[in-house]
């Protein structure tokens, strides 16, 4: 079945330094989300690509979809301490269901 | 304020026992979810619905069950024929399946002793 698989697991910056994390599925996807979950919070849905090269921003945080649609990053640039999270990539693939990836966890140290 | 409540945050159970997880939604939204979250694991889905009376088996229904008798409400009970019950059981929601984010319930913390 689609697998979405998400690097790196988990990353520790000092703030300041930027941040990427790396979403790739086995299968092409209709459209991929991603979702951020603070230490003991639930995830908590943070935008929706569903275009070929789609790119979007939200203030530091600058999201791709790749040609192939079948990957998808996230960075954050100049990382703060509210940035500590785990974040999650979820994506479709005619399933009619999201897959969600393991998530990469962020620590950022003041 | 809209949103999905589930309720109880915090639930013990001994071995053997049948719960029952409670999730409503004010949203009027049509789909909903559920998801077990696992160290490491990430989200895994166990059922969703898409419409009232009607609902789909995920990834691994083995040992749930559910029931969407109400556009609002979706119970998942966790049976004692699930292995592994000890998880964070999240229930989240969406206008229609796929088109949009979900927004997620703040969750339900289940132990089995």
């Known amino acids: 079945g689609q697998q979405v698989m998400q690097i790196p697991q988990y990353q520790h910056v000092q703030e300041g330094e930027d941040f990427t994390t790396y979403c790739n599925s086995s299968?092409?996807?209709?459209?991929i989300q991603w979702y951020k979950q603070r230490p003991g919070g639930h995830p908590v849905f943070l935008i929706q690509l569903v275009k070929s090269g789609e790119v979007k921003k939200q203030k530091r945080l600058t999201f791709q979809f790749g040609e192939a649609k079948k990957n998808s990053s996230l960075h954050i640039t100049a990382t703060q301490t509210t940035d500590v999270g785990t974040y999650f990539c979820?994506?479709?693939?005619?399933?009619?269901?999201?897959?969600f990836g393991k998530g990469t966890k962020l620590t950022v140290n003041p | 304020d809209g949103g999905i409540t589930q309720s109880p945050k915090y639930l013990f159970r001994k071995e053997g026992q049948n719960v029952t997880l409670s999730c409503e939604q004010n949203l009027n939204h049509d789909a909903m979810y559920w998801y077990r979250q696992d160290p490491g694991q990430g989200l895994r889905l166990i059922y969703y619905?898409?419409?009232?009376?009607?609902?789909q088996k995920g990834d691994i229904a083995e040992g749930y069950s559910v029931s969407r008798e109400k556009k609002e409400s979706f119970p998942l009970t966790v049976t004692s024929a699930q292995k592994n019950p000890t998880a964070f059981y999240l229930c989240a929601s969406s206008p229609t399946a796929l088109l949009y984010g979900y927004t997620f319930g703040s969750g339900t913390r289940l132990t089995v002793v």
């Open positions: 619905s898409q419409i009232v009376n009607d609902f």
């Open positions: 299968t092409t996807l209709s459209n």
């Open positions: 979820a994506g479709e693939g005619g399933s009619e269901k999201l897959v």
